[in-house]
C-alpha cells in the first residue's frame, strides 16, 4: 500500500497540472472532481476497485466534499475528522464497496454502523436507489450533523430528500432495528467481537463487513445463508478505531 501511496501523490500532483491546464481555459470548478477521478483510477490500476458500478459510485462522490478543510482527500490514507474518530482510507472504502456490491443492488437495505463523515453512506445510496435504503448510524451528534452537510452537497443528496437516505444518532452496536433486515451492513470500527444485534439484523443471503479485534484486527466477511446459518471469514489485516462508547471514545488519548 505504501506504493500506491506514493503513485496516488505522484498522480495527484500530475493532476494538479492537468487542473491548472484546464482552469486557464476558465473550467475551475473541474478540478476536484477531476483530482476524485484520478483517484479512482489509481484504485482501478492496483485492483482495488473491479466493478464498473464501484467506479461509477465513486466518480459520483466526491471525496473532497467529505474530508475537513486541510485534509488532503484525495490521497491514500486515512485523515482525522476531529473527536478521535477519522474518514477511512480511499483503498478501504473500495474495497468494502467491493465486497457488498452484490448485496448494494438496486431496491436492497444497508447499514453503515460509525457513518462518521457519511462518504460510505452516500456511496451506499447511490448503488441501492431510491427505492432501496441507506441508512447511516453515529454515536457523536456533532459528526452526524456534519455528515448530512456533506451529503447536501454531494451527488446523494436527492436521497436525502426522498427519505431514501437517513443518519441517526445511536449506538451502532445496536444497530438499527426500525428498518431491519439489511442486505448489506458496513461497520467502519473495530468491534471487540462481532454484535450480536447486528448478525440478527442482517437478512437471511445478507453480508455484513466488520473489522474486529482490539491491537490486531481483522477484516471478517459475514454471511448470512438463506437457511439463516452464519458463515464467517478473515479478509485482510486492518486498522480501525474502535466501536465503543462515545465516553470511552471521547477519552481516549
Ligand atoms: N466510516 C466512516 C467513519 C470511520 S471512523 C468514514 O469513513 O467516514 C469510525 C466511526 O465510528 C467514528 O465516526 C466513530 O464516532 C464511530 N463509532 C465508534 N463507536 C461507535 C458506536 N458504538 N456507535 C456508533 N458509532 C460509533
Not at 63 to 85: C, E, K, Q, W
Not at 106 to 134: H, I, K, N, Q, W
Not at 161 to 180: K, M, T, Y
Amino acid at each position: 500500500m505504501e506504493v500506491l501511496r506514493s503513485i496516488l501523490s505522484c498522480f495527484s500532483s500530475r493532476s494538479r497540472t492537468r487542473a491548472r491546464a484546464q482552469s486557464h481555459h476558465g473550467l475551475w470548478s473541474s478540478g476536484a472532481s477531476d483530482k476524485n477521478k484520478s483517484m479512482v483510477e489509481q484504485l482501478q490500476r492496483y485492483g482495488v476497485i473491479r466493478s464498473t458500478k464501484v467506479t461509477e459510485v465513486m466518480e459520483a462522490i466526491d471525496r473532497g466534499l467529505f474530508v475537513p478543510p486541510g485534509g488532503t482527500p484525495y490521497h491514500d490514507s486515512p485523515m482525522p475528522i476531529g473527536y478521535n474518530a477519522t474518514i477511512s482510507a480511499p483503498h478501504m472504502h473500495a474495497a468494502c464497496l467491493e465486497l457488498l456490491e452484490k448485496n448494494l443492488q438496486p431496491g436492497m437495505r444497508a447499514l453503515d454502523v460509525g457513518s462518521g463523515t457519511g462518504y460510505l453512506t452516500a456511496c451506499f445510496a447511490l448503488m441501492v436507489g431510491p427505492e432501496g435504503r441507506a441508512v447511516g448510524v453515529e454515536h457523536i451528534p456533532e459528526l452526524v450533523a456534519t455528515s448530512i452537510e456533506n451529503i447536501k452537497k454531494s451527488a446523494a443528496a436527492p436521497h436525502l430528500n426522498d427519505g431514501s437516505l437517513s443518519i441517526h444518532v445511536a449506538d451502532g452496536r445496536e444497530g438499527w432495528p426500525e428498518l431491519a433486515p439489511y442486505d448489506a451492513i458496513h461497520v467502519g470500527a473495530a468491534a471487540p467481537q462481532i454484535p450480536e444485534a447486528l448478525i440478527e439484523q442482517l437478512k437471511p443471503g445478507g453480508r455484513m463487513v466488520i473489522p474486529v479485534g482490539t491491537v490486531f484486527q481483522e477484516l471478517k466477511v459475514v454471511d448470512k445463508k438463506l437457511d439463516g446459518t452464519v458463515g464467517i471469514r478473515d479478509e485482510t489485516s486492518v486498522r480501525y478505531v474502535p466501536l465503543t462508547s462515545k465516553e470511552s471514545q471521547l477519552h481516549a488519548r
